[in-house]
């Protein structure tokens, strides 16, 4: 035979793995096709829960394990499991993404700006002191403005510093040698100092002396405009209280209670630490309509007792625009205690004694 031309051999395999490549497309196209038709066309009842059927069953196992105690402790195991289930039902919602779940701490809170005008005298650090630990219970944000006369005491400024709290250290260096009522400037100078920062807050003037409940800075933060509560006095003969303030219905000033017949002439029977209102007041006059545009301060030209009426009329004209708290008015939640030292007696230096006490009961010897 003569050499003719030589033609590769094509073996079965070969063609199989070239045909079996060319019908591939053809099955995944139909795949896809028959899945989406059965996406489409499946009932909804067919559909599971999936997020219901996780929470009933892992709740039921948990009141099934809590059931299985002993007979003495069955009610127990009821409460624990219903308790329980209620828990870990709310986690596994927020889980799935069933049940939205709104955070209290998350929605913002009012600034509370608490104004302490403060001076040397010798219970001065131990009402600087139970101030700062009750201020320091009251959640964020809270700012407390502390006024001294002259100048900054290193005592003052170093107890600041060791509360935790939020402060700003001022001083009124106006001479109050001769004034009566020192509080009054101090007071000022922290009304200049919002005013000057436009710090957006409730005001709140707390006398270091007082005596106040939690409940009251909580009652502070639903304040829109300008807030009014009863205030408790200890009079100085010790031998009867006083209460002053607003009587409401609900949150309506409709009247007011003192028992110092000496001031039934003040137009607003409200004691300093019976009030508070927005700070936006001092800094904003046209959001308030305010017919003047004057500073508010409070006056040292009025007569004893009359500071805090004079002070009010300049944020509010009538009732109508005071809130009091809590609704109804019923409850008091600050008191004055006229606890002073005989006039005269100054702390120690630094609070500290510049020399030890002398033992005048010495211990026995023994023989």
């Known amino acids: 035979m003569g050499d003719g031309p030589v033609y590769p051999m094509v073996g079965k395999s070969s063609r ?12 995944l196209g139909i795949c896809f096709v028959v899945g989406l038709c059965a996406g489409i066309f499946t009932p909804y009842s067919w559909t599971p829960n999936t997020g219901q059927s996780f929470i009933s069953h892992f709740s039921e196992g948990i009141k099934v394990e809590n059931m299985a105690t002993s007979s003495g402790g069955a009610a127990v195991g009821v409460a624990n499991a219903l308790e329980e289930t209620s828990g870990i039902g709310s986690k596994a919602r ?4 069933i049940d939205a779940v709104v955070n209290e701490s998350s929605i913002p809170r009012k600034l509370l700006i608490v104004v302490t005008p403060t001076y040397n005298r010798a219970f001065q650090a131990y009402y600087l002191t139970r101030l700062a630990h009750t201020l320091k219970l009251v959640p964020p944000p809270l ?4 006024v001294e006369t002259e100048a900054q005491s290193l005592e003052t400024a170093s107890l600041l510093r060791e509360t935790g709290i939020m402060y700003r250290h001022l001083v009124c260096e106006k001479n109050v040698t001769n004034i ?5 400037h101090q007071r000022n100078v922290a009304l200049a100092h919002i005013e000057h920062h436009q710090l957006d807050g409730i005001v709140y003037f ?6 106040y409940t939690l409940d009251l800075f909580e009652e502070m933060r639903q304040i829109r405009r300008f807030g009014t509560w009863l205030v408790g006095m200890l009079v100085h003969s010790k ?4 209460l002053e303030g607003p009587v409401c219905d609900g949150e309506k000033v409709v009247g007011w209670h003192t028992n110092e017949k000496s001031k039934r002439l003040r ?13 936006s007041i001092l800094w904003d006059p046209d959001r308030w309509h305010r017919p003047s545009v004057d500073p508010i301060r409070q006056l040292d030209t009025v007569k004893e007792g009359f500071q805090e009426t004079t002070f009010i009329e300049q944020l509010v004209a009538d009732e109508s ?14 008191w004055h205690l006229h606890l002073e030292a005989a006039s005269g007696l100054l702390y120690p230096s630094g609070w500290k004694l510049k020399l030890p006490l002398t033992a005048n009961l010495p211990l026995q010897q023994d023989a």
């Open 321 to 334: 625009q005071m809130e009091g708290r809590p609704p109804g008015c019923s409850k008091v939640m600050v």
């Open 94 to 97: 927020e889980i799935v993404g």
């Open 16 to 27: 199989g793995a070239r045909s079996a490549w060319r019908r591939f497309p053809i099955l």
């Open 267 to 279: 137009r607003f029977h409200v004691d300093m630490s019976g009030f508070a209102f927005n700070s």
């Open 180 to 184: 009566k009522d020192r509080g009054i």
């Open 239 to 242: 031998s009867k209280t006083i």
């Open 143 to 146: 700012l407390w403005l502390v």
């Open 206 to 211: 707390a006398d270091d002396d007082n005596v």
